[in-house]
Structure formats: C-alpha cells, structure tokens
C-alpha cells in the first residue's frame, strides 16, 4: 500500500529543481512556486475514478508537502493507516517533467491552486496512464 501511495503521490506533485517553466495555465513553474502542502483530490486511469480503489480512508487525507528545497514529505493526517503511511524522499522539476523517486511525470497544468500531472506505469505486465490531481492546502 505504501508504494501505492508513493505511486500515486509522485503522479502529480513531482516539481521541483528548476528556475523557470510554463504550465499550460501561463502560471510560472518553479520549486518555490510548487511548493506547499497538498492532498490527492482525484486520480483517474483513462478517465475512470481510480482514487477509492488504491487509496484507503486513512491514506486519503494525508498530506503530501512539497518543499522548495527538492525533499517531499507524505504526513500520516486524519485518520492514521496501520502501519503508517507517511515517507520522505527527494523531487526534481526538469522542463514540464517532474522526478519523484525515479519515477517520471509530465506536468499537465499548474494554476497556484492544484497540480494536475499524467505518468505511464507499468505494473503486473500492463502499462496504464495515471493523471492526477494535488489540491493545495
């Protein structure tokens, strides 16, 4: 489950190590401009709701903070996962594509408010698009 978490988690708010990037929205992407505290508000695989099905209750409302300095946090909040789900571990924003973990992302939009961001993972011999939406805090 905790990779899980992680999978999804670095779906979206994997910005962080570069000077200056446009989104889609013209909001300017940089480390500091990412970073802040967030939680996963949707998750979807070609268009179908996939959040209810990988994350538990208690991992929905854990908070993922990005900071400015390349780290991220995931914060265990709300209702605490058995055994927990909180981790740490270190982010990159290269361009429009974002490194958590050695997993990649494209950034879709950032509008200062949410993170939207798509990756392909492949898993058990499918390969499947992942988007994902961080809402700040």
Do not use: H, R
């Amino acid at each position: 489950m905790k990779n899980t978490i992680l999978f999804l988690f670095t779906t979206v708010i994997f910005f962080g190590c570069s000077k200056s990037n446009s989104s889609t929205s013209g909001t300017t992407v940089t480390m500091q401009s990412l970073a802040g505290n967030y939680k996963i508000t949707a998750a979807t695989v070609s268009g179908a709701d996939i959040l209810n099905s990988y994350l538990t209750p208690c991992q929905q409302d854990d908070i993922y903070t990005l900071n400015a300095d390349g780290t991220y946090v995931i914060a265990d909040a709300g209702t605490v996962c058995s055994p927990t789900s909180a981790t740490s571990s270190t982010w990159s924003l290269s361009g429009n594509q974002i490194t958590i973990d050695g997993q990649v992302f494209t950034l879709v939009k950032f509008d200062g408010a949410k993170i939207e961001a798509t990756t392909t993972v492949t898993q058990s011999g499918y390969t499947v698009t992942v988007d994902v939406i961080f809402t700040k805090q």
